[in-house]
């Protein structure tokens, strides 16, 4: 069984996918795999960016999306004339011959992959390139989105092929029970980012220990802010609530209720750094 698997680290939302996806299926009739994909108003895989935090410290995601080919598809229960179905590779193909434009299976997807062409009265969405795959093996084992991809940030194949790459994939809306083919690593998961400076120097502050604990577990996280006075925080689980404490020298801070409800910036955060005085030399010195 064919799988996706899609690294979103390497991804650099350069949208060659999306582009070669356009090239292959606009003005091109692959029946019975799919009629000609509309120039515009489709994306059988589409590259979304998703931007978090707050001006300064803010961060984007790009996130190439497209048809999950279920193992339990709900479009394919929904499909009353049975147009939809599943290859034995995995691929869930809608055929262009059969579909008589219901719209059920639009909108039963949950991940909004199957498009409604107007023109065709016909549901539309991604192949998988099969019609690549099957009449010229040799030449494509891969859809054009993958061998597009400049920095290998989609993988396609058989699940064996993939499993050394799989380690932390998951896939989208897993609580949708569909059991997609689509898995993905390195999804965005909550941040909290600040700049320490000190007003009375009015510099940043560098190498600061900056000690983030989740209130809840007790887990904590270690970071020092860099040559910029600033510190992030990745990787953080939701809607949990954290303490942060910074130190620098014998100088301290503490920042309660921090909520991971969104990703976060902490803005500039001042510490005035006290200057330790200079001891007096114990006892006289005489001098001969």
Known sequence: MKAFLIDLSVCNGCYCCQIACKDEHVANDWTPYAKPQPDTG???????????????????????????????????????????????????????????????????????????????????????????????????????????????????????????????????????????????????????AGTVYDPLEKEVIIGASCVLKDDQSGETFSVATDNFGDFWFRGLKDNRQFTLSIDKDGNSKKITDIKTDIDLSLGDIPMEMRKKRHQPFPGKVSYP
């Not at 639009?106 to 009265?121: H, M, Q, S």
Request: hydrophobic share 30%; aromatic share 8%; proline share 9%.
């Open 42 to 192: 489709q994306f059988w895989i589409g590259m979304t960016e998703q931007v978090r935090g707050q001006v300064p410290k803010v961060m984007v995601t790009y996130i190439p999306k497209l048809c999950n080919h279920c193992d339990n598809a709900p479009c394919i229960e929904e499909c009353k004339p049975g147009a939809i179905y599943k290859r034995d590779d995995g691929m869930v193909i809608i055929d262009p011959e059969k579909c008589t434009g219901c719209k059920l299976c639009v909108d039963t997807c949950p991940y909004g992959a199957v498009f409604f062409n107007e023109n065709l009265n016909i549901a539309q969405k991604c192949t998988g390139c099969s019609h690549l795959r099957d009449n010229d093996p040799e030449e494509w084992t891969v859809p054009r989105c993958v061998d597009q991809c400049p920095t290998d940030a989609i993988r396609f194949g058989d699940e064996e092929e993939l499993s050394p790459y799989m380690d932390g994939a998951q896939p989208l809306k897993p609580e949708a029970g569909t059991k997609p083919r689509v898995f993905y690593k390195n999804l965005p998961k909550k941040f909290v």
